[in-house]
């Protein structure tokens, strides 16, 4: 049984930051494209950032762009979004997401697995 559990969100004053871990279970985790979701109370769910399964390329949202930094580990099954100068509108439950050997896609529909969430609150 495949499982993405994802960690680390909370509350954080706007300009601080926050690491979220994504650890994968049941699945050839270095075979998997892994992303970052997340969605805000009454919005759609908003790609925010994916690394590739070889771990060489990633890519960004513009509005996160050199504010966010997306990693995988993969002997620890991990990936990870290190997210610095956290604004209000940050504001989300984030999601991990699995795609094998995924060509970098930022439609959630795309994806086969998802973690639970994790919140995180950036107040002003």
């Known amino acids: 049984q495949v499982q993405l559990v994802e960690s680390g969100g909370g509350l954080v004053q706007a300009g601080g930051s926050l690491r979220l871990s994504c650890t994968a279970s049941g699945l050839n985790f270095n075979r998997y494209t892994m992303a970052w979701f997340r969605q805000a109370p009454g919005k759609e769910r908003e790609f925010v950032t994916v690394v590739k399964w070889s771990g060489s390329t990633t890519s960004y949202v513009d509005s996160v762009k050199g504010r966010f930094t997306i990693s995988r580990d993969n002997a620890k099954n991990t990936v990870y979004l290190q997210m610095n100068s956290l604004k209000p509108e940050d504001t989300a439950v984030y999601y991990c997401?699995?795609?094998?050997?995924?060509?970098?896609?930022?439609?959630?529909?795309?994806?086969?697995?998802w973690g639970q969430g994790t919140q995180v609150t950036v107040s002003s």
């Open positions: 997401a699995a795609d094998y050997y995924g060509a970098m896609y930022s439609t959630a529909r795309q994806y086969d697995y």
